[in-house]
């Protein structure tokens, strides 16, 4: 049975849980463990650093502190539409959810890939592995980065059996992946970190006997200080991080009978399956990939590695927004990056708009010291207040002797051509247009409109489909652990197309009905792909709409699909009905059947008398008349 990959850092490890210690001592396993986290911090420390500011951006930080304190007492608005944007991406992956499909491999068998698909389904239900790929999604369309993890837990507190969990990693930056890796889910690294800040209470109470590591100096803010990549910042939190390992070792293979492969299986456990009926066919020497799992906190080792069985890849899966490659250098963003001047457009001009207005009420007066002499102290406080009455002194010497207000200076009108410009620049610079956004745009008709939103799901269809591959890369995992966790004869639950649950029994020898056994999921090779589009209540409310125009341009088909249009329409008891209207439409379709039948048959017996009538002595077809024949001479004797 798998042990438990931890979620939460300080899970307690099994102790059936095979470990590996290191080869070196503890020393050399944390020499190299540090020199690894350092060079994966320093080789992506732009794009974290870019990253980092592009959160702070969304989340509202958007005038520079230089620029704030030259506008002091001045208007400093905020009119925050990038997450606009980041929304709107996010909500087209809501609408086309990606849906995992299983078909059989080596060994594999359809009728257990349709449970392992459901499997997967409920799974992912469990796990609300949706809003796991979405706020994944999100920190890929804010920063560029987001990150998901493929984890077991016990189905219970109090139970024996584990189900396998998808998690989100909420602390993107906490997330460090070997550099060299080339796949962009991180399905080749070798290594890869998972840190994290525990307070120093629950450090001491889960590691007894351990002193925290450095932890005097640093900020827990700075993702990306090298130097500091152990400090946790604060003196009552203790930096501890999930270290991730891909070894390759030598093994042996054996192809068995019933298709399954064995690992190094044990001289015993080869001559048990063979008296089972299922001896091995074939072996060879080839290199495993395991994967161990260990806990540090930079100064010592929490727990030592221990391989994680059923894994063929770090179970940490990331998505990216963009990339690009300049050289060696790797440029990762997504939509914020190049939001941030057009958003900083549109703020100034806000501002200024708003400044110019505010300030018009509060034009200057033009006055002489005569005309404030006794009333200095109404005069000050004409800026702060409204008063209702001026006091002054009359001067001769001014026209008409009294104080006279400077007519405020005209908005400029160019603050108002800035703003259109910084809006649409906005749009421009990540393919969503007004028709995306809901706005009312040029486009009249519903084509114009429908093909204005697919010019702009092109334009960010990039996070689609990198979505896409890194749910593939999820696929592959759990499909690769569910022989390793569903290995015993149990019942569980999956899910149809249709998200209707259903209990199976797995791995039993009695057959589920006759001549059907139970789907083995330890037999066998699968493969894994990814579906997107529509999700199924969309799909069903489609065929509703599509059924309902054909039944109106053809009435005749009614009978035919009234059980159809029953199942998928969303009013209660649209089952019960369908199953009602179900012989009807069964009896219909026979009728239709023989119908065409009969036609065929009349249109074949005429065109077997079209052909007979050309013939000389054949009979007349009936409706056609044959012309005057030759007589007959004599017989020749």
Same mark, same amino acid.
């Given at each position: 049975?798998?042990?438990?990959?931890?979620?939460?850092?300080?899970?307690?490890?099994?102790?059936?849980?095979?470990?590996?210690?290191?080869?070196?001592?503890?020393?050399?396993?944390?020499?190299?463990?540090?020199?690894?986290?350092?060079?994966?911090?320093?080789?992506?420390?732009?794009?974290?650093?870019?990253?980092?500011?592009?959160?702070?951006?969304?989340?509202?930080?958007?005038?520079?502190?230089?620029?704030?304190?030259?506008?002091?007492?001045?208007?400093?608005?905020?009119?925050?539409?990038?997450?606009?944007?980041?929304?709107?991406?996010?909500?087209?992956?809501?609408?086309?959810?990606?849906?995992?499909?299983?078909?059989?491999?080596?060994?594999?068998?359809?009728?257990?890939?349709?449970?392992?698909?459901?499997?997967?389904?409920?799974?992912?239900?469990?796990?609300?592995?949706?809003?796991?790929?979405?706020?994944?999604?999100?920190?890929?369309?804010?920063? #560029?980065?987001?990150?998901?993890?493929?984890?077991?837990?016990?189905?219970?507190?109090?139970?024996?059996?584990?189900?396998?969990?998808?998690?989100?990693?909420?602390?993107?930056? !906490?997330?460090?992946?070997?550099?060299?890796?080339?796949?962009?889910?991180?399905?080749?690294?070798?290594?890869?970190?998972?840190?994290?800040?525990?307070?120093?209470?629950?450090?001491?109470?889960?590691?007894?006997?351990?002193?925290?590591?450095?932890?005097?100096? #640093?900020?827990?803010?700075?993702?990306?200080?090298?130097?500091?990549?152990?400090?946790?910042?604060?003196?009552?939190?203790?930096?501890?991080?999930?270290?991730?390992?891909?070894?390759?070792?030598?093994?042996?293979?054996?192809?068995?009978?019933? #298709?399954?492969?064995?690992?190094?299986?044990?001289?015993?456990?080869?001559?048990?399956?063979?008296?089972?009926?299922?001896?091995?066919?074939?072996?060879?020497?080839?290199?495993?990939?395991?994967?161990?799992?260990?806990?540090?906190?930079?100064?010592?080792? *929490?727990?030592?590695?221990?391989?994680?069985?059923?894994?063929?890849?770090?179970?940490?899966?990331?998505?990216?927004?963009?990339?690009?490659?300049?050289?060696?250098?790797?440029?990762?963003?997504?939509?914020?990056?190049? *939001?941030?001047?057009?958003?900083?457009?549109?703020?100034?001009?806000?501002?200024?708009?708003?400044?110019?207005?505010?300030?018009?009420?509060?034009?200057?007066?033009?006055?002489?010291?005569?005309?404030?002499?006794?009333?200095?102290?109404?005069?000050?406080?004409?800026?702060?207040?409204?008063?209702?009455?001026?006091?002054?002194?009359?001067?001769?010497?001014?026209?008409?002797?009294?104080?006279?207000?400077?007519?405020?200076?005209?908005?400029?009108?160019?603050?108002?051509?800035?703003?259109?410009?910084?809006?649409?620049?906005?749009?421009?610079?990540?393919?969503?247009?007004?028709?995306?956004?809901?706005?009312?745009?040029?486009?009249?008709? !519903?084509?114009?409109?429908?093909?204005?939103?697919?010019?702009?799901?092109?334009?960010?269809?990039?996070?689609?489909?990198?979505?896409?591959?890194?749910?593939?890369?999820?696929?592959?995992?759990?499909?690769?652990?569910?022989?390793?966790?569903?290995?015993?004869?149990?019942?569980?639950?999956?899910?149809?197309?249709?998200?209707?649950?259903?209990?199976?029994?797995?791995?039993?020898?009695?057959?589920?009905?006759? #001549?059907?056994?139970?789907?083995?999921?330890?037999?066998?090779?699968?493969?894994?792909?990814?579906?997107?589009?529509?999700?199924?209540?969309?799909?069903?409310?489609?065929?509703?709409?599509?059924?309902?125009?054909?039944?109106?341009?053809?009435?005749?088909?009614?009978?035919?699909?009234?059980?159809?249009?029953?199942?998928?329409?969303?009013?209660?008891?649209?089952?019960?009905?369908?199953?009602?209207?179900?012989?009807?439409?069964?009896?219909?379709?026979?009728?239709?059947?023989?119908?065409?039948?009969?036609?065929?048959?009349?249109?074949?017996?005429?065109?077997?008398?079209?052909?007979? !009538?050309?013939?000389?002595?054949?009979?007349?077809?009936? !409706?056609?008349?044959?012309?005057?024949?030759?007589?007959?001479?004599?017989?020749?004797?």
């Amino acid at each position: 049975m798998l042990d438990t990959i931890p979620g939460p850092i300080g899970l307690e490890p099994n102790e059936a849980t095979e470990t590996a210690a290191p080869a070196n001592g503890d020393k050399d396993f944390l020499r190299v463990a540090t020199e690894r986290l350092r060079y994966g911090l320093e080789a992506d420390r732009e794009n974290r650093e870019a990253d980092i500011d592009d959160r702070k951006f969304r989340a509202g930080e958007q005038w520079p502190e230089e620029v704030k304190q030259q506008r002091v007492n001045r208007p400093c608005l905020t009119i925050n539409r990038t997450g606009q944007f980041v929304r709107q991406v996010t909500g087209d992956i809501r609408l086309n959810k990606p849906a995992i499909k299983i078909s059989p491999a080596e060994g594999g068998d359809p009728a257990t890939a349709e449970v392992i698909e459901g499997l997967v389904r409920n799974i992912e239900r469990a796990s609300k592995a949706q809003r796991v790929y979405v706020d994944a999604a999100e920190d890929a369309a804010t920063g #560029g980065m987001g990150y998901w993890r493929v984890l077991t837990e016990y189905a219970a507190w109090d139970g024996w059996t584990q189900d396998i969990c998808i998690r989100h990693i909420r602390n993107a930056l !906490g997330v460090v992946f070997d550099p060299d890796m080339t796949d962009q889910t991180g399905r080749d690294a070798r290594w890869c970190f998972v840190y994290d800040d525990m307070p120093k209470e629950e450090y001491e109470a889960l590691y007894p006997g351990s002193a925290p590591g450095e932890i005097s100096d #640093g900020d827990a803010s700075n993702a990306v200080d090298t130097r500091r990549a152990w400090a946790a910042g604060d003196d009552k939190l203790v930096r501890v991080a999930e270290y991730w390992e891909l070894r390759s070792a030598p093994c042996t293979l054996y192809l068995m009978t019933d #298709g399954s492969t064995l690992k190094d299986p044990k001289p015993e456990d080869l001559v048990a399956a063979a008296m089972q009926g299922n001896p091995a066919r074939q072996q060879r020497q080839g290199t495993c990939p395991a994967v161990f799992f260990s806990l540090i906190d930079g100064k010592r080792v *929490l727990r030592p590695p221990e391989q994680r069985p059923g894994l063929e890849r770090i179970p940490i899966v990331r998505v990216i927004g963009e990339e690009v490659r300049i050289g060696s250098r790797v440029v990762r963003h997504g939509l914020v990056r190049f *939001l941030k001047d057009p958003q900083r457009i549109d703020n100034y001009a806000q501002s200024a708009t708003v400044e110019r207005y505010a300030l018009a009420p509060k034009a200057p007066f033009l006055a002489t010291p005569k005309h404030l002499e006794g009333f200095e102290q109404e005069w000050r406080q004409l800026s702060v207040g409204n008063p209702n009455v001026l006091l002054y002194n009359p001067d001769p010497l001014t026209p008409g002797g009294a104080p006279q207000r400077v007519a405020p200076a005209p908005v400029e009108p160019g603050l108002g051509q800035l703003a259109l410009t910084a809006s649409d620049n906005m749009k421009s610079v990540t393919g969503i247009y007004d028709a995306s956004l809901g706005a009312r745009s040029n486009e009249t008709s !519903g084509v114009a409109i429908d093909a204005r939103k697919q010019e702009g799901d092109v334009g960010t269809f990039v996070y689609m489909d990198n979505l896409a591959d890194g749910i593939t890369e999820t696929g592959k995992i759990v499909v690769s652990l569910i022989p390793t966790v569903y290995d015993t004869p149990r019942m569980i639950q999956i899910l149809g197309p249709n998200m209707k649950p259903q209990s199976v029994p797995i791995n039993g020898d009695m057959p589920i009905a006759p #001549g059907v056994p139970q789907p083995k999921l330890t037999v066998g090779k699968y493969d894994v792909a990814v579906d997107t589009g529509p999700s199924f209540t969309t799909r069903r409310n489609a065929a509703v709409a599509g059924m309902t125009e054909f039944i109106r341009a053809n009435p005749q088909a009614g009978p035919l699909l009234g059980d159809l249009l029953a199942r998928n329409s969303d009013w209660p008891d649209s089952d019960e009905v369908s199953t009602r209207l179900a012989p009807f439409a069964k009896l219909a379709i026979v009728q239709a059947e023989a119908q065409i039948e009969q036609i065929m048959m009349q249109r074949q017996m005429m065109q077997t008398q079209m052909l007979m !009538g050309g013939m000389p002595g054949a009979p007349a077809p009936d !409706g056609f008349q044959q012309g005057p024949q030759p007589t007959p001479g004599p017989r020749p004797a």
